[in-house]
């Protein structure tokens, strides 16, 4: 028995209704993808490792500065002989001078992770050109002189690697992030693992919800020395990319 011309058309439509949801449903699942993908940009290069023969691997850490974070990593790093990147949201970093110019003092770099640390993707170009700039002005107010930016939450699209672009930043991402686990001695475990010549290590330090990161990070330059590593800053690891060892 054929079907009325109506109850045609209705099955079409709710067809191409369904279609259309399924295809929406992916495109967002494929644009979430890309905005958190470590290496890959839409528009512009992202700095996830760097290729080296060297034995160097940047150690970075993400947000503050706080008293609380400043205060635990510092002797640290200073103990084994480590320096690192901090990239500091512009907000804390304006209220707390003080504390990112000890960064700086102590031979650090401080770096850009936005003012409000809010994610950035679907935003106005005037967002992403306020959230850089006025972070870049805070940076450079505790004598910060890097150019330099990693996005809240790694998350990116197009318009902010467009405006890191034309504000003359480079977009760092990571390979080797802070491990899901609350005991310090497999955290410090796995990141050291996975740590390779190039390699651009993410932890979190300044809050206090990151105590396993500060109570781990011994360990973890210990575990980096003796595989031969030793970690420096952002800056210091893209100067030495492709340069092989000098001969003795």
């Known amino acids: 028995m054929r079907r009325p011309a109506g109850s045609r058309r209705l099955v079409r439509t709710v067809t ?42 940047a150690l970075t850490f993400d947000d503050g500065p706080t008293e609380a974070g400043v205060g635990a990593v510092l002797p640290v790093l200073q103990a084994h002989g480590a320096k690192a990147t901090f990239f500091l949201i512009g907000r804390e970093t304006a209220e707390r001078p003080q504390l990112a110019a000890r960064l700086v003092a102590a031979g650090h770099e401080i770096a850009n992770h936005s003012y409000s640390h809010q994610r950035m993707v679907g935003r106005s170009r ?35 690697p467009n405006e890191v672009r034309r504000q003359g930043l480079t977009l760092v991402m990571w390979d080797v992030e802070d491990p899901q686990t609350q005991d310090p001695a497999a955290f410090a475990d796995k990141v050291v693992t996975k740590a390779r010549p190039g390699s651009i290590i993410l932890l979190h330090a300044m809050y206090p919800a990151n105590a396993t990161a500060r109570e781990a990070l011994p360990r973890i330059l210990e575990g980096l020395r003796g595989k031969g590593l030793q970690a420096v800053s952002v800056t210091t690891l893209l100067e030495q990319a492709r340069r092989p060892e000098p001969s003795s």
């Not at 929406?24 to 996830?48: D, E, K, N, W, Y």
């Open 16 to 57: 191409v209704i369904a279609a259309s949801v399924l295809l929406a449903g992916a495109l967002a699942v494929s644009i979430l993808q890309v905005s958190r993908a470590r290496c890959f940009a839409l528009t512009g290069p992202v700095v996830c490792r760097v290729e080296t023969e060297r034995p160097l691997v």
């Open 126 to 160: 005037g967002f992403y050109e306020r959230e850089l700039a006025a972070t870049q002005a805070a940076l450079e107010g505790a004598g910060g002189e890097s150019r330099l930016f990693r996005p809240p939450y790694g998350k990116k699209l197009a318009g902010l």
